[in-house]
């Protein structure tokens, strides 16, 4: 890992770690690299910062740099769910009601999105 930052579990025993400018890995629970999302999807981050898994098993991705929280779900294209309203996102969680809670170090609080 190059510059880790943010870690989250994912279900089945593996987690997903975000490097400072640089990439956001899976790793299973073996602790083996599954795979870059980079790579997997062809996207590039600017700055990845907070992680967290869905309830469906989609990992969320907060970039400071670009002001942006994707989802990257395990088949299909990453979808960029927050584009707009973030000055630095950095930690994120998924609530299990379907919540999207952003911390932004820039405006000194936590940002909730449905």
């Known amino acids: ?26 790793f299973m ?6 795979c870059s999302l980079s790579s997997k999807y062809g996207h590039q981050f600017g ?11 989609s990992i969320l ?5 670009r002001r942006t929280v994707h989802l990257f779900p395990e088949h ?6 927050v584009s707009t ?3 630095r996102p950095t930690g994120m969680a998924c609530s299990s009601s ?3 809670f952003v911390a ?7 940002k909730v999105f449905k």
Not at 29 to 34: A, D, P
Not at 49 to 56: E, K, Q, T
Not at 61 to 65: H, K, N, R, T, Y
């Open 98 to 100: 379907g919540h999207l």
């Open 47 to 57: 700055n990845p910062a907070g992680v967290c898994v869905d309830m469906d098993g």
């Open 1 to 26: 890992l190059q510059g880790p930052r943010y870690v989250c579990p994912v279900p089945g025993g593996g987690f997903v770690v975000s490097e400072e400018c640089g990439d956001v890995k899976v």
């Open 104 to 110: 932004d170090t820039v405006e000194n609080c936590v």
């Open 61 to 65: 991705v907060a970039d400071e740099q």
């Open 85 to 87: 309203g973030l000055r």
């Open 76 to 81: 299909g294209a990453p979808i960029c769910l």
């Open 29 to 34: 629970s073996s602790r083996k690299l599954l």
